[in-house]
T-cell receptor, first 108, second 112 residues
Framework: GQQVMQIPQYQHVQEGEDFTTYCNSSTTLSNIQWYKQRPGGHPVFLIQLVKSGEVKKQKRLTFQFGEAKKNSSLHITATQTTDVGTYFCAGPDNQFYFGTGTSLTVIP | KAGVTQTPRYLIKTRGQQVTLSCSPISGHRSVSWYQQTPGQGLQFLFEYFSETQRNKGNFPGRFSGRQFSNSRSEMNVSTLELGDSALYLC???????????FGPGTRLTVL
């Protein structure tokens, strides 16, 4: 079956440093979505990318969808303590596949 | 607009028992999906219902079942509970399936 892997699994950064998580799917995706889950919370939708090579920005967050529509990345510039949480990518096939997640810790 | 609600929020059961979890989607959302979240396996898709029909099902045993009512509210049932069923069960609603998913707070199930 389809697999969606994310790396790294964990990332600790000093506040102000940049952070990137990478998402790789074993199959081509029609779209990719990103979610953030704060500790003790539930996943919250961040963004959806649909087009090959698409890049979208939300303030300090930059999302990219690969040309082959099999990979994606999320980059956070100058991390803040409010960025703490686990970031998941997710994509639909015959079901909805979530990536393995990247847990971000920001050290003040 | 009210968000997705799930009841109960916490549940403790013993092995062999069964459990029913409930999810009320955002008004107007016809798709409800269920996920199991565990530290070791991450977020795993259980099933998706749309207009009272199960459209997709994940790789879970038949002990896991669900249904959706005409008002889009959904329930999932787990029979003959096992220790490994301990998890956070999340439901998510969306307008039409695999668009932006709005998650509820989850039900934390502990099986002793």
């Amino acid at each position: 079956g389809q697999q969606v892997m994310q790396i790294p699994q964990y990332q600790h950064v000093q506040e102000g440093e940049d952070f990137t998580t990478y998402c790789n799917s074993s199959t081509t995706l029609s779209n990719i979505q990103w979610y953030k889950q704060r500790p003790g919370g539930h996943p919250v939708f961040l963004i959806q990318l649909v087009k090959s090579g698409e890049v979208k920005k939300q303030k300090r967050l930059t999302f990219q969808f690969g040309e082959a529509k099999k990979n994606s990345s999320l980059h956070i510039t100058a991390t803040q303590t409010t960025d703490v949480g686990t970031y998941f990518c997710a994509g639909p096939d015959n079901q909805f596949y979530f990536g393995t997640g990247t847990s971000l810790t920001v050290i003040p | 607009k009210a968000g997705v609600t799930q009841t109960p929020r916490y549940l403790i059961k013993t092995r062999g028992q069964q459990v029913t979890l409930s999810c009320s989607p955002i008004s107007g959302h016809r798709s409800v999906s269920w996920y199991q979240q565990t530290p070791g396996q991450g977020l795993q898709f259980l099933f998706e219902y749309f207009s009272e029909t199960q459209r997709n099902k994940g790789n879970f045993p038949g002990r896991f079942s669900g249904r959706q009512f005409s008002n889009s509210r959904s329930e999932m049932n787990v029979s003959t509970l096992e220790l490994g069923d301990s998890a956070l069960y999340l439901c998510a609603s969306s307008l039409q399936g695999y668009n932006e998913q709005f998650f509820g707070p989850g039900t934390r199930l502990t099986v002793l």
